[in-house]
């Protein structure tokens, strides 16, 4: 028996649904706040109430469809939260957590056949969703796989014929069907990314891997009973459970729990609810920071009236993406202790954390397992940087952060009904994240420094995604013969979308039309609205491999440098612009002085 199966053995009987159930029962913390919401509040004792509710409810429909014959007895009922943030998408995950069913969160901005694949390869028998979902549940009712009219309205008094209002299913009556016995290494929650085709990838959470995260919190971060957290990310994201809602859990804390992010309204909800401690990505954290500096004539007025505010309780963040010029504006502007910047992913098998004392640049000291890989599987050597943090050595430094970690782990057990695409991540003995990065050695000590995502993949608000499937979209507009699609630097965190397209002979390019041919895929197509792209790039030719794939290594590195490459035709959009414009020189001096003002210029010099 290997340590991963013996640690599975030991811990088996350890849960999420008992972690809760534990605190529900204890004295000290049974009347503590679990779940702010709005004006509302519940304690862990009310939150492990209305979690029972709702796996009597999940019991009731498991039962039913083992007397159906479509499910065998014993096992779990997978059920789909197509919800945005609420007090009902945590209610049914610790719901489905007390009775070893599985939580699958399906990302707000599935549409389409994408929704269809994710519904379908997760065999999903039971879909609970908002009313301003239906729309998008209608266009795919009758494909195959998808839970035809078993489903429930959570938010809403008008369902569908055939479809249940939740206050309707949670009166269900008695206690049917019998309990599923739940084991630590059972899935508990299944979050999605997206994978290298149409079908974004499953990735199940254990009960003993989000325990383990919020332990970690607590032992490496302190967070402690008298902490209050700030969720704000959406709760299909892994960044909500994993950095916000286990670590308050494992501490015995209390988290506020927003309907979506707001940054004009980070300040008010802080001070309100005594916030001391949030989970964030960069493009969010550097919205919240620009809400105050458009709201107050100055950084010195902005210190002054929140950094000794006496409903001002902040003392940490934790996240991923963020800058080290922004994080050090938040320190500053609420007077916080440290911010621990991550780096990860929803598999965490790598895992890093910025510490006090660590170079502000980096993600944290790489633990010995972490290696950098070149093309050839030839480790990296370190890198060599410049007065201005840039890499001298980039073609020999940079590649794919990889680690030597047994197939056979506790943090990541496959991707669900994936077993190619799994096996791909551990090609050759090692796990391999997808990630750029590359090491530099300060003081004797490796530190690690994310770089972005390989070809193949794109970083953006805190989300991976295909770049196939990007190119996918861009190749189906008129006059395109072929796409390439890759990320980006970005001048606040993480990366933009860029498009190479080679057009067919005689075929334009008209930025008018492209616009409204990618909002037209968003609204009736599936595509999600991050995947529009923010650059687009006219090329003669694009380099293929012997095998016709495109090469997008060069032009990647190449990205949008007009200094570099001033024949570039290029056409680009801004967050909110309402059509793509020429990127010119003067347009170029601009994004560049971005990139400078938060500490990012150098990223623009690889090309």
């Not at 979690?51 to 019991?59: P, T």
């Not at 972490?370 to 007065?387: G, K, M, R, S």
């Not at 490459?565 to 170029?588: N, S, V």
């Amino acid at each position: 028996m290997n340590a991963a199966a013996l640690v599975r053995r030991l811990l088996g009987g350890l849960h999420t649904g008992r972690l809760l159930s534990w605190r529900a029962r204890r004295g000290q913390s049974r009347h503590q706040p679990f779940l702010l919401w709005q004006d509302r509040s519940w304690s862990y004792a009310e939150v492990y109430l209305e979690a029972k509710r709702y796996a009597r409810l999940f019991r009731a429909r498991r039962q039913a469809a083992v007397d159906a014959g479509t499910l065998a007895p014993g096992a779990p009922l997978h059920i789909g939260l197509y919800l945005d943030n609420s007090p009902a998408f945590l209610f049914a995950a610790f719901g489905a957590a007390l009775e070893g069913d599985l939580v699958f969160g399906l990302n707000t901005g599935f549409r389409g056949d994408t929704l269809a694949a994710v519904l379908a390869r997760g065999e999903i028998r039971l879909l609970l969703a908002d009313d301003n979902k239906l729309e998008f549940i209608e266009q795919i009712i009758d494909q195959p796989g998808v839970p035809g009219r078993d489903q429930i309205l959570v938010h809403g008094d008008n369902p569908p014929a055939g479809m249940q209002r939740l206050d309707e299913a949670l009166q269900q009556p008695g206690e049917p069907g019998q309990r599923r016995r739940v084991h630590g290494g059972d899935p508990m929650l299944v979050i999605y990314t997206s994978g290298t085709t149409g079908v974004p990838k499953a990735i199940p959470c254990s009960h003993l891997k989000l325990l383990a995260a919020g332990i970690l919190m607590r032992v490496r971060v302190g967070t402690r009973r008298r902490d209050r957290g700030y969720v704000c990310m959406p709760l299909f994201h892994s960044n909500a459970w994993l950095l916000g809602i286990m670590p308050m859990l494992a501490a015995g804390g209390s988290f506020v729990l927003t309907p979506r992010f707001s940054a004009s309204g980070f300040e008010g909800d802080i001070l309100r609810h005594g916030v001391t401690y949030m989970n964030y990505v960069g493009q969010p954290l550097h919205y919240i920071l620009k809400a105050l500096e458009d709201k107050y004539p100055d950084a010195e007025s902005i210190e002054s009236t929140l950094a000794t505010h006496p409903d001002n309780h902040f003392r940490m963040a934790i996240g991923n993406g963020a800058s080290a010029v922004d994080r050090q504006k938040l320190i500053r502007y609420l007077g916080m202790e440290h911010i621990y910047e991550v780096y990860g992913s929803t598999e965490a098998v790598i895992s890093t954390i910025l510490m006090p004392g660590d170079p502000p640049d980096s993600v944290g000291k790489a633990p010995s397992k972490v290696l950098i890989l070149d093309e050839n599987d030839e480790q990296c050597p370190p890198a060599e940087v410049d007065a201005r943090g840039r890499v001298l050595n980039y073609e020999q430094a940079v590649g794919e952060i990889c680690a030597r970690v047994p197939r056979d782990n506790l943090l990541f057990d496959g991707y669900y009904g994936d077993p190619t695409t799994t096996e791909r991540k551990y090609r050759g003995g090692l796990y391999r994240s997808g990630d750029l990065g590359h090491i530099r050695v300060i003081k004797g000590k490796p530190y690690l420094y994310f770089g972005g995502r390989t070809d193949d993949w794109i970083r953006k608000d805190g989300e991976n995604f295909s770049a196939e499937t990007v190119a996918h979209f861009a190749q189906q507009h008129p006059g395109v013969e072929l796409a390439a699609a890759y990320g980006v630097p970005d001048p606040v965190a993480d990366e933009r979308v860029a498009v190479a397209l080679k057009l067919r002979g005689g075929a334009s390019f008209d930025p008018e039309k492209a616009f409204a041919r990618f909002m037209q895929q968003q609204e009736s197509e599936g595509m999600d609205p991050k995947w529009m792209p923010d650059f687009i790039r006219i090329v003669n030719e694009l380099p293929l491999s012997p095998t016709h794939k495109v090469l997008v290594r060069h032009i990647k590195q190449q990205h949008f440098n007009l200094d570099a490459h001033p024949d570039m035709q290029i056409w680009f959009r801004q967050r909110g612009d309402q059509r793509y414009r020429r990127l010119t020189a003067d347009e170029y001096a601009l994004l560049r002085q971005a990139f400078e003002t938060n500490g990012r210029g150098h990223l623009l010099d690889t090309g």
